[in-house]
């Protein structure tokens, strides 16, 4: 199927936020962001987990039960991400690498299951990673399985609302066109908020 040409710049701009965030997860080089390379290490476990304030919302194991101002931890397996229903507590807490990039693997899984999939996932199914290797895999696929959903999609499919049915966005009342979109943005700002992190984890005396 011919890759609707609308289409083509959305991923490209994927293509361009997932590398990019990889790149800065392992190493051993990433762009500057001028086509310069920088050297970077690969993400360790103490970056992954790191709390830079008191009471961040993170990833834990269940036996362990939800961090501060949370009330469940959402996710299969021995591990959960930090959440709360709405109305969400004021302000945001904040929130570490882990949840970040779990959040993220998590997006992306189910929309392409909502998009091209079983339509039937939900969070309590997604496994939650417990440590930042099997975390930066996680993103891998997960950023894949969406990119293949995306293929799939022809000018009546981007035209469409409700083509995705995930269940925690806007996505049932939303043009498919439009939350490509939000995904490409959502991609992009939390590798900001991970490469940012990264880069104060750095910083600090040791």
Request: hydrophobic share 40%; glycine share 6%; net charge negative.
């Amino acid at each position: 199927m011919t890759t609707p040409p609308r289409l083509i710049q959305l991923l490209e701009q994927f293509d361009f936020a997932s590398k990019r965030l990889t790149d800065r997860m392992t190493g051993p080089v990433m762009d500057s962001g001028n086509g310069t390379d920088v050297e970077v290490g690969p993400m360790t476990d103490d970056e992954y987990f790191w709390e830079p304030v008191p009471d961040c919302w993170s990833v834990r194991r269940h036996k362990d039960g939800p961090g501060a101002r949370a009330t469940l931890l959402v996710g299969a397996g021995d591990w959960g991400r930090d959440t709360a229903p709405a109305p969400h507590p004021e302000p945001a807490p904040f929130t570490t690498i882990a949840w970040r990039l779990n959040h993220l693997n998590e997006m992306l899984t189910l929309r392409a299951d909502h998009t091209a999939g079983s339509r039937s996932l939900t969070r309590d199914d997604y496994p939650v990673s417990p440590d930042a290797a099997s975390a930066i895999t996680a993103f891998s696929s997960g950023a894949a399985a969406w990119r293949a959903a995306l293929l799939l999609a022809d000018d009546t499919v981007l035209d469409t609302v409700g083509h995705s049915s995930y269940p925690h966005g806007s996505d049932p009342e939303s043009l498919f066109l439009d939350l490509i979109w939000w995904v490409n943005q959502e991609v992009l700002h939390h590798a900001a908020e991970i490469a940012l992190l990264r880069d104060l984890y750095r910083a600090q005396p040791h």
